[in-house]
């Protein structure tokens, strides 16, 4: 279980990179969207993934999230 903490915690420092944000942006950003939750779920899939690619991915899920409020 300790690989999965960790790797929680590189995408969050991944994505926080990537985007310019402080470290509680990020994390509020990864509550808001339940992005923890998804990464628990698809860990098998990104945890062969770079950073960047990790980074859109999550990018693409808060877009699609966004796009479906009125």
Same mark, same amino acid.
């Given at each position: 279980?300790?690989? #999965?903490? %960790?790797? /929680?915690? @590189?995408?969050?420092?991944? =994505? ?6 402080? +470290? ?7 509550? #808001?969207? %339940?992005? /923890?939750? @998804?990464?628990?779920?698809? =860990? ?6 770079? +950073? ?19």
């Amino acid at each position: 279980m300790n690989d #999965r903490i %960790d790797f /929680i915690a @590189y995408c969050i420092e991944e =994505y926080k990179e990537h985007e310019n944000l402080t +470290g509680r942006e990020a994390i509020d950003l990864f509550t #808001r969207y %339940d992005i /923890i939750s @998804y990464i628990k779920s698809a =860990y098998d899939a990104l945890h062969v993934m770079g +950073g960047t690619a990790i980074t859109d991915d999550i990018k693409s899920l808060i877009a699609g999230a966004n796009e479906d409020k009125p």
